[in-house]
């Protein structure tokens, strides 16, 4: 039986030991360590992957190609430490009718798998909103789901301070209309997510998201009569 991608504790030691060390001098002279905790996140994104394509279809070509790179864009930052201090990767859904995007993240002491929509454009944000106000309970109906707030507990993400344009505060739908993302955020501990078993954790929590991605997918590509936008 192949052996199970795991995150092993050298990866999560290598990020432990960068947040003390955030300079280009150590990593420079950490680099070997560097690349072999990258290795295994590769692998372990590997695995995520061919996860996900068991059950969805994903646009993404390898776990490699996933990743997010670990230096970090200081030119317009008054951050100027050089690395970032976690291993990230997403998968986007693959064709027009299946929109929204996995997300995994490792930080020590703050790692999470998520889901969702983070930055909608114009166009999708009213489509969204018009669907939501059409038939709100479709949605509040996946969101009270047991399986649902087991893994998510709720629906996440930044939101306007008032009614957005075009809808009255005593809409009954105002506080789900408010969103201008919409996330599905699982944490994870140190514990879990060095256990053998957090790659079908990860995965069945991304699988979970299906209900949702399904409703959001619905509204973004059919209008109110089931035709395809």
Known sequence: MPTKPVIPALSLNFLKALQQNNNREWFSSHKENYLEALAAIEIFSDGLLVDLNAHDIIET????????????????????????????????????????????????????????????????????????????????????????????????????????????????????????????????????????EFIEQAGQTFKNMRPFFDYMSGILTFDNNGQSI
């Open 61 to 196: 070509a390898s776990g490699k190609r996933s990743l997010h790179r670990i230096y970090r864009d200081t030119r317009f930052s008054a951050d100027k430490t050089p690395y970032k201090n976690n291993w990230s990767g997403h998968f986007r859904r693959a064709t027009v009718q299946r929109r929204g995007g996995y997300y995994f993240h490792v930080e020590p002491g703050n790692s999470y798998v998520a889901g969702g929509f983070w930055a909608p454009d114009a166009k999708d944000i009213k489509r969204i909103r018009n669907g939501i106000s059409h038939d709100p309970e479709a949605l509040r109906a996946i969101l009270k789901s047991k399986k649902f707030i087991e893994n998510f507990g709720e629906l996440k993400g930044e939101k306007v301070r008032t009614a957005p344009k075009g809808f009255d505060l005593k809409n009954e739908a105002i506080d789900l209309l408010r969103f201008k993302q919409f996330i599905l955020v699982r944490k994870f501990t140190d514990d879990e997510i060095l256990n053998t």
